[in-house]
């Protein structure tokens, strides 16, 4: 399933990032872990709750100025896509509740 | 020789070989350790500390059962404050809706809820004991709480058709994740395997079932299923290596590099009572002895698979080869395969059915 731009990504019960103060920064999930690098940490920090999937393209843009947009775009549906797969993030719709991951 | 060692990634804490349940495949050790010896709040807080200390990530809490343990609210707690990502691995007993919220409050990340099947006489069969009510009404407690869990069905070929129904009660409980697990043939296990084993009918069909199951359920629940390694072609990665990315602590502080260590003669181990973790990770003789590649002989010394699979599994070769050093039976590879093979074909060409009621050897509890 493609995330919807305006719909405000989350991380799922159980997955959260690790303390800001440890040397390697990571996504705890159920029975796995995530290590992240610079744009994977940008992107899931932002994975709130409060940003749209468009701010966060739209941020990244930004930081990765000299990248094709286009190209940065595709890769962070891609990698949303991908978390949402593994159940690591559930996706609010644009009026603010659930459509996955209810309980 | 010291061999380079990386960093734990996790660790394995079993609080307490004490258990509610008896359940005829059992993972402990035969010989089970006593609750006097068991470490104290304060030794498990120090032991998280440093394992986090040494680079893990990630502990279980399991045992027994480490409901088991009246301290284990502050252990959480305590796993927590040291920056461990905190799993519960739980059959759900003894547990009350105040306890699960208060290891709730404590920042528990995630619940590992066992089951021994979708029947209620069958699965409170295989426990020895009456658990499989109470296992629905902790399922219908975490669904209503915002809590990550994993049901983790233990599969044998007594249980094994009954998958489609434990899936349905996976769908129904909201949970994130759903193991089907293989029992793997150790310790209690081991010794009741013969009533255990499914027949490679009975894996295909399983199989096809679940690849079914995870496309129409992708991106809601995760499904996982494990064979058992007899049926497999290669090895698998046990523990990811020895020493390599994990480490137990026994319920009296024994450090071991995996579940079943205990088995192999002349290993010893050393206890965080009176070493710290990470020298011993780093240091002690029962991590070196299966470290890196040194042990091996052919044919894992010389194969291409050795840096995936590290030679399989210690505990299986002592128990199928008899010889710990030997490469892993279950290996297509391996020589003593054959062994294997001969088990398998006990099973899958047997013209008599299984008895109905076995002579199950339940495992025990200790004071």
């Known amino acids: 399933m493609k995330p919807d731009l305006d719909s405000r990504p989350q991380l799922a019960a159980g997955c959260r990032l690790n303390e800001k103060d440890q040397p390697t920064r990571v996504l705890h999930m159920p029975e796995r872990v995530l290590r992240l690098n610079g744009p994977s940490l940008q992107i899931i920090e932002r994975c709130d709750g409060r940003h749209t999937v468009r701010a966060i393209v739209s941020e990244l843009q930004m930081i990765y100025s000299t990248a094709e947009p286009a190209r940065v775009e595709a890769d962070i549906l891609g990698y949303l896509e991908l978390l949402h797969n593994q159940r690591a993030l559930d996706f609010k719709a644009a009026g603010g509740t659930d459509h996955h991951g209810e309980k | 020789?010291?061999?380079?060692?990386?960093?734990?990634?996790?660790?394995?804490?079993?609080?307490?070989?004490?258990?509610?349940?008896?359940?005829?495949?059992?993972?402990?050790?035969?010989?089970?350790?006593?609750?006097?010896?068991?470490?104290?709040?304060?030794?498990?807080?120090?032991?998280?500390?440093?394992?986090?200390?040494?680079?893990?990530?990630?502990?279980?809490?399991?045992?027994?059962?480490?409901?088991?343990?009246?301290?284990?609210?502050?252990?959480?707690?305590?796993?927590?404050?040291?920056?461990?990502?905190?799993?519960?691995?739980?059959?759900?007993?003894?547990?009350?809706?105040?306890?699960?919220?208060?290891?709730?409050?404590?920042?528990?990340?995630?619940?590992?809820?066992?089951?021994?099947?979708?029947?209620?006489?069958?699965?409170?069969?295989?426990?020895?004991?009456?658990?499989?009510?109470?296992?629905?009404?902790?399922?219908?407690?975490?669904?209503?709480?915002?809590?990550?869990?994993?049901?983790?069905?233990?599969?044998?070929?007594?249980?094994?058709?009954?998958?489609?129904?434990?899936?349905?009660?996976?769908?129904?409980?909201?949970?994130?994740?759903?193991?089907?697990?293989?029992?793997q043939y150790y310790g209690w296990a081991f010794v009741n395997r013969e009533n255990l084993l499914p027949t490679r009918k009975q894996l295909d069909y399983s199989l096809e079932f679940l690849r079914a199951a995870q496309e129409r359920l992708r991106g809601k629940m995760q499904i996982e299923f494990v064979v058992p390694d007899y049926y497999a072609k290669f090895p698998k990665a046990c523990m990811g290596g020895w020493g390599r990315k994990l480490i137990l602590i026994a319920p009296n502080g024994d450090a071991l590099p995996c579940h079943a260590a205990r088995i192999i003669p002349g290993l010893r181990f050393d206890n965080v009572r009176s070493r710290s973790l990470i020298d011993i990770w780093n240091n002690s003789a029962a991590f070196q002895e299966f470290r890196g590649e040194a042990w091996m002989s052919e044919p894992c010394k010389n194969c291409d698979r050795r840096t995936r699979d590290f030679g399989g599994c210690r505990c299986q070769a002592l128990l199928l080869a008899q010889d710990a050093t030997a490469a892993d039976p279950v290996c297509s590879l391996a020589p003593q395969r054959f062994k294997v093979d001969v088990i398998l074909a006990a099973v899958n060409d047997s013209a008599t059915a299984l008895p109905t009621k076995p002579d199950w050897r339940y495992r025990p509890n200790r004071a």
């Open chain 2, 1 to 183: 020789m010291t061999v380079a060692t990386s960093t734990p990634l996790a660790l394995i804490a079993e609080l307490t070989h004490a258990c509610p349940l008896h359940c005829v495949y059992c993972s402990n050790p035969l010989e089970l350790i006593r609750r006097a010896d068991e470490l104290s709040t304060d030794d498990w807080a120090r032991v998280f500390r440093e394992a986090a200390g040494a680079g893990a990530l990630q502990v279980d809490l399991t045992g027994g059962e480490p409901l088991a343990r009246t301290d284990l609210v502050d252990l959480v707690k305590a796993a927590r404050t040291a920056g461990l990502y905190v799993n519960l691995i739980t059959s759900g007993l003894p547990l009350d809706e105040k306890r699960l919220d208060a290891l709730l409050d404590a920042k528990l990340d995630h619940i590992q809820l066992s089951f021994q099947g979708a029947r209620e006489e069958s699965a409170n069969e295989f426990s020895g004991t009456k658990a499989h009510a109470h296992k629905l009404r902790v399922l219908g407690w975490l669904k209503q709480r915002p809590i990550a869990t994993t049901l983790n069905v233990v599969i044998h070929s007594r249980n094994i058709d009954q998958i489609p129904e434990m899936l349905a009660i996976a769908e129904s409980s909201g949970a994130n994740r759903v193991e089907f697990a293989n029992v």
